[in-house]
């Protein structure tokens, strides 16, 4: 059995810049959907003792580096980092009929893809080092 969740040794960190992307640019639920006279209502409750929430700090600019990085990938590679980053909650069934592939075939095209992320993105550092 393919397991599309194993990260390859050689892809961690370029996985943990693909992870921050995919909270970048992930559609969050808007405040302002609530109704208005509910907007500023306090609770009897005090909400930050009871459910901390701990924000995380997303580096925006290298997020925006590799979404155009992403953006330029061939269809099916730039179409599976999607998925398996931003869009995991589709079934991956639905991915391999949309782009024609096997199981194995998915994984393959996730590597390559995470593959050309490295060298896109490493080419670019040498390319402003110089």
């Not at 693909?18 to 109704?35: F, K, S």
């Not at 003792?49 to 099916?76: F, Q, R, S």
């Amino acid at each position: 059995m393919i397991d599309l969740n194993h990260i390859p040794a050689r892809h961690e960190a370029i996985n943990l810049r693909l992870e921050e992307w995919a909270r970048w640019v992930r559609v969050r639920p808007q405040a302002w959907v609530m109704q208005p006279m509910f907007r500023y209502a306090k609770s009897n409750t005090r909400q930050w003792e009871t459910d901390p929430h701990i924000h995380v700090e997303i580096n925006t600019l290298d997020a925006h580096e590799v979404e155009k990085t992403v953006a330029g990938l061939p269809d099916k590679h730039r179409t599976a980092l999607r998925w398996c980053y931003v869009f995991a909650f589709i079934p991956v069934g639905k991915v391999q009929r949309e782009l024609g592939l096997t199981r194995a075939a998915l994984g393959q095209l996730l590597n390559d893809a995470r593959d050309m992320m490295r060298n896109r993105l490493w080419q670019k550092i040498v390319e402003n080092k110089y």
